[in-house]
């Protein structure tokens, strides 16, 4: 079987033997040795343990730890908090992952069509990304308090303004809006780069049989995007659905009430603050495991898509 | 003609469209950012005046001669503490993430042994773990291994992840294979093949990984907080959420305490742009 590894640069020495062969092998098992390792602790372990954990009942505080079969799950069953916070967090995840996507794409779009400033736009867009959560949360909640920039921004325009973070209505919206200013230039460079790629003889093509601009964009660019498209969608739903810092910093951890209460903070906050690790672990699992469906999905859809 | 006018019309108002968008966005990105520098040079009395005041009239650096004087918390530290703290960690597990990958994709990309494909998809799969699921058993490892309020928590972890050896190994798969003829002719070691010619031929791939590896470490917030719980120890994102608690009445700090913290990694960013955007464009990796 020849794999798409075969690259062996011995390969093309003429003295080719079993015992440089052999001698190949156990080079690459060295050289992979201590990755492995690393690799082996911190993430095949815990990834292990985090199956274990969700069936024990662990109390840090009290030191108990005992099997207690599926009793973590039906307790999350009647959670309401853990209820409220997945609400919470899909209705942000949504929010963010739609708007994303559409101010990456049209500011890609953008992009593609001009030449002059083109390097200027796109380094500043990109450069919040860069930039911490703690830093984007400490300059927000300045921006968004009921005497912010824009309130004051508002007032010129003859409103009295919002308070955006102490709405239990706008909360939600206004932590989306902070996340999409700080991330959209990530997305914005992927669908950049799929626009590249799209070959300009297939828009001279459509042009040539009489399509319109809208016709172009939607039954030529979307249609050959599409694995990008996927790919955002997706990674930027998992990431999403797992907000954390944003209202750690800007509501006080869930505030107005539990308005932008998460699930990662109801996680959080029952590992770290009640040290039920066994119920905290096993809402980390169930979360996890969907997400991960969630991505093999997307990778095999790729894998079909890719193929154009 | 008249429909080549009519094309041409087309194409400008489409790029005057563009352009108009784009700088829409772009006041939208720069107007906090220059909001955020004018204020972390304003005295307290311009700041708290409504409306709000975008240029300080006398403009002051009182507020960064505080964040970095001002005795944090009760352990006599300095936000230089948590600066350090963070170059620290950062650098260090860096370079363990670029020793330890760029060898694990030198032999995924450049050595035969069994069992390679098997591997290489199963390391793989780690890519789809969410954050989420790793918190808790990592919290637990470490506390096993002691390591909790220690810098060990932050530096070795990272060492684990497979971005690295995924992206060294393709850099490395397209280094024409004449160049390691030479090499093994003259009877060079497979350490010595990878160390002194593959690594120096890959520096721009080492730089890029680096300076990715940099930025995700430097900017992590929800794992330090969570293993770091002395104030002597924390790093400058999450330092700074605690000490900017203390002084929230006083913006102009708060500003401050922000512009010194985004600083290295914008400089960064501005130094490697051109490599950075080149990767995020290649891999479809540097988002969250």
């Not at chain 1, 601009?213 to 660019?221: C, D, M």
Request: proline letters at 5%.
């Amino acid at each position: 079987m020849t794999s798409r590894f075969a690259t062996a640069d011995s390969d093309r020495i003429s003295n080719w033997t079993l015992t440089n062969k052999r001698r190949e092998a156990l080079a690459g098992y060295l050289f992979l040795a201590p990755y492995l390792v690393f690799f082996l602790v911190f993430l095949a372990g815990p990834v292990i343990s985090a199956f274990v954990t969700a069936f024990v009942e662990w109390e840090l505080l009290r030191g108990t730890y005992r099997f207690i079969g599926l009793e973590n799950f039906q307790l999350i069953m009647e959670d309401d908090l853990f209820w409220i916070a997945l609400g919470n967090s899909l209705y942000f995840a949504l929010m963010t992952t739609v708007g994303n996507v559409v101010v990456a794409l049209c500011a890609a779009l953008a992009l593609k069509s001009i030449r002059l400033g083109h390097t200027l736009f796109r380094i500043a867009m990109y450069a919040p990304v860069v930039l911490s959560i703690s830093v984007i949360g400490i300059i927000f909640s300045r921006l968004l308090a009921p005497f912010g920039l824009l309130n004051a921004g508002l007032e010129l325009l003859g409103h009295k303004g919002f308070n955006y973070l102490a709405d239990p209505n706008l909360v939600l919206p206004s932590l989306s809006l902070t996340t999409i200013w700080w991330g959209f230039g990530f997305p914005m460079l992927i669908f950049l780069a799929a626009l590249y790629a799209v070959p300009e003889t297939l828009y001279e093509a459509a042009r040539i049989d009489g399509a319109g601009r809208r016709q172009i964009l939607w039954q030529v660019t979307l249609p050959l995007i599409r694995p990008a498209l996927l790919f955002i969608i997706v990674t930027q739903f998992i990431a999403h659905i797992q907000v954390f810092g944003q209202p750690y910093i800007m509501t006080n951890g869930g505030g107005p009430g539990y308005s932008s209460y998460t699930i990662v903070l109801h996680i959080y906050r029952n590992a770290f603050s009640y040290y039920h690790m066994g119920y905290a672990g096993a809402m980390a699992l169930s979360l996890g495991v969907v997400m991960f469906v969630f991505a093999l999905a997307q990778f095999r859809l790729l894998g079909r898509y890719t193929e154009y | 003609m008249h429909r080549d006018t009519r094309a041409i019309l087309l194409k400008r108002l489409n790029k005057a469209g563009a352009y108009a968008f784009l700088v829409i966005l772009l006041l939208i990105v720069l107007f906090p950012t220059v909001w955020v520098l004018g204020q972390s040079f304003m005295p307290e009395e311009q700041i708290l005046k409504w409306p709000v005041q975008i240029i300080p009239r006398e403009p002051t650096l009182d507020n960064y001669v505080e964040i970095f004087t001002t005795k944090l918390s009760r352990q006599e530290l300095s936000l230089f503490r948590w600066l350090f703290n963070s170059f620290y960690v950062t650098t260090s597990s860096t370079i363990g993430v670029l020793l330890v990958t760029s060898m694990a994709g030198y032999a995924f990309a450049r050595l035969r042994f069994p069992g390679k494909q098997l591997l290489f998809f199963g390391l793989g799969a780690s890519f789809l773990v969410p954050g989420v699921m790793l918190l808790i058993p990592s919290f637990m490892l470490m506390r096993a291994l002691g390591w909790i309020d220690t810098h060990h928590a932050l530096i070795w972890p990272p060492l684990a992840g497979f971005f690295g050896v995924f992206f060294m190994r393709q850099f490395f798969l397209a280094i024409p294979s004449e160049l390691a003829e030479a090499a093994v002719i003259d009877g060079a070691s497979a350490f010595g093949i990878y160390w002194r010619v593959f690594l120096p031929l890959s520096r721009p791939a080492v730089a890029t990984l680096g300076i990715f590896t940099f930025l995700f470490i430097w900017n992590d917030f929800t794992w330090p907080l969570v293993v770091l719980n002395s104030d002597e120890m924390r790093t400058l994102p999450v330092g700074l959420v605690v000490f900017l608690g203390e002084y929230w009445s006083y913006q102009g700090i708060v500003m401050a305490g922000a512009v010194v913290s985004s600083a290295p990694v914008l400089i960064v960013y501005i130094i490697f742009q051109r490599q950075i955007t080149r990767a995020v464009m290649a891999t479809g990796f540097g988002g969250r």
